[in-house]
């Protein structure tokens, strides 16, 4: 397949079913990629992150920018081969994180100044200084530059969209990369008429797929959800579409019902680091000492490395005695969840059946054991 | 093979390969068997720590005895079981943590009273104790509860002597699993005639295999060395050897050398935890700004799974990033280190030229890089 080729396979009510060809291979949607920061899936390595499932990882372009430094990742032939991992990479622009340095950055019509998190040194991003990191890391989907709002201020929404547009338009002109497809990001905030507006405006400009930002960053669920939806409605349907951060059980299912086709997130990670396992059936915190003689695995139903070797006893007993090995378990299986219902939507949207599949699951996660 | 049977297949000058039968499978000898203090190898998954060629890990009696319980384990079914590893399991008697504890434990003719490093609950630990909680843990190979002294100071190296062989007899009376194989320890600090006396008790004893104790605790190395020569000169060549505790690169070719069979230690993934990589030319600390942009593996000898796919200048990012991985990939390559020279060891007796083997290798961790 050509690279950057988009294959609708399947509709099913607004549930798509996909595949979009990189150079590092095939990624069948729904897809949810597991966040590698610091060209890391945190506590993993990425023998066990391709063998739980997942097709495609993200790395973080502000992070690898500061260090180790995107010349030094190009100097050492790249993110793919720089971290081991010969599938599908996506990178981020860093606009999220420098836009969330909310004290040590300030903004102009053309581009960030920020302190940096690590040494405190002034640093630089623009359009075109993101295009030109993350043409250094090599991944093969690169996301533009775009300025990611407080989602309920109307006015700040509305100018933040502006510069995503005008700043998206920077990003096509400097991308020089053949290998890479460039995604435009629409904002907007909650706004139906700022998110129409931004909708329209980047699929105007040609970008071989399409993002929705600003979203699960302090709105209600109905916000985000009717946004999801009022975005979708007007995205091109030979497009894939990528839900930026979006990591929940609920909100997958919601987003895929709502014509999403990748998802990434860092909770499945971060949950894992504090003890906590996601599940079908809601979470659970394995410090609880009424897991001490649970020969249970953390879900039965679950596939997973750890679900097929491991009690929630011995789980418990790695949390409580700070084993490191209990984040590696956990976020094995945390990513596995999320990486097969990805999968698992897929299967009901080929069969045609994803709507009574979508309300199943939902009904599973009871109002006792939902995600909060 | 029956259970408990030792092979003794070749003999190079005292060196020696053999094989050790145990209900969870035949152990090939020389052999470094990894530490699973807390039953888990830090920072690994089983999965991993069989793919880097371990045969036996060994696991803790005091820590497991304290947290999670050994009553505990037996019930989730026994350590094997608990900790997802079907292979030998060696546990120690717990003497050697609990008489650690100089502050806060008191030694009898019965047994020890000690604060646990956790709560601070008074706990008590026997010889019977010990056996019954090493039989409730379900290792393959258990250990006597001897008494480790300071090995200069000679009259409590003495005294702790005699303990430790009233407290193998006692050992050998309380066992009653047929399903496990009790070592004897020899001790006796770096007294030549206490050592030799030590040998010919614990040899008297009908143990099915025997272990040195008390060394690589601060005496010097040729003290240690001497020690296992004149150890070994009378234990029965019939019985595996195992040097409790001991693990360099060094100290393993010099106790080969000297007739030894087995090993542990926690030294591979400790130095990994501060980010130091081990290897058969010296140790390299991944913290060194030296590394950032070198391509090379650790060792481009090695064939772990570290070497085989990171660079320096990965890992030196990881550890600079303070990244979880940076402990796994490190331990993982210590331990393969450690194992594989073990099985070079066995090799080369095999092939009856192990005095090269040994002089080559020692040569080559030259006075500069030498472990320390």
């Known amino acids: ?63 690898l920018f500061l260090r180790p430094g995107d010349e030094l990742v190009a100097e050492m032939g790249g993110l793919h081969r720089f971290m081991a991992w010969n599938k599908p990479i996506l990178t981020d622009s860093g606009g999220f994180q420098v836009f969330s340095l909310t004290d040590t950055r300030k903004i102009d019509d053309d581009g960030v100044t920020f302190k940096s998190h690590i040494d405190g040194s002034l640093k630089r991003l623009s359009p075109e200084i993101s295009i030109r990191i993350q043409e250094n890391l090599g991944a093969d989907i690169i996301m533009a530059f775009d300025e990611c709002a407080v989602p309920t201020d109307y006015a700040y929404s509305r100018l933040a969209m502006q510069r ?14 053949e290998d890479q497809a460039l995604f435009g990001i629409v ?48 995205l091109p349907a030979d497009k894939p579409r990528y839900l930026m951060g979006v990591g929940t059980v609920e909100d997958l299912i919601e987003g895929v019902r709502r014509g999403v086709d990748i998802f990434d997130c860092v909770l499945p990670t971060r949950l894992a680091r504090h003890n906590s396992a996601m599940s079908m059936r809601g979470r659970l915190n394995l ?3 009424g897991y001490a003689r649970d ?3 953390i879900d039965p139903d679950c596939a997973c490395y750890t679900c097929r070797h491991f009690s929630r006893a011995y789980l418990r007993h790695l949390v409580n005695a ?51």
């Open 1 to 63: 397949m050509t690279p950057f080729t988009w294959t609708l396979e399947a509709v099913d009510g607004n549930a798509r079913a996909g595949t979009f060809a990189t150079p590092h291979g095939s990624i069948r949607t729904p897809v949810f990629a597991p966040v590698g920061t610091q060209a890391t899936v945190k506590s993993l390595t990425p023998a066990q992150v391709d063998e739980l499932g997942a097709q495609m990882v993200l790395a973080n372009t502000y992070h």
């Open 164 to 177: 995503t547009h005008a700043w998206a338009k920077r990003c096509l002109d400097a991308k020089r990369r």
């Open 187 to 234: 904002q907007g905030g909650v706004f139906s008429d700022l998110r129409a507006e931004s909708a329209r405006e980047i699929s105007a400009m040609g970008f071989p797929g399409h993002a929705i930002g600003g979203l699960s960053v302090g709105e209600s669920k109905a916000d985000m959800y009717r946004t999801i939806a009022e975005v979708n409605s007007i």
């Open 287 to 289: 410090m609880n000492a």
């Open 295 to 297: 020969e249970r695995p």
């Open 322 to 372: 700070k084993e490191m090995l209990a984040a590696a378990l956990l976020s094995i299986h945390n990513l596995h969840t999320l990486v097969q219902l990805a999968e698992d939507m897929r299967a009901a949207i080929l069969d045609k059946h994803f709507e009574q599949f979508a309300q199943d699951k939902l009904a599973r996660l009871s109002a006792k054991e939902t995600e909060k």
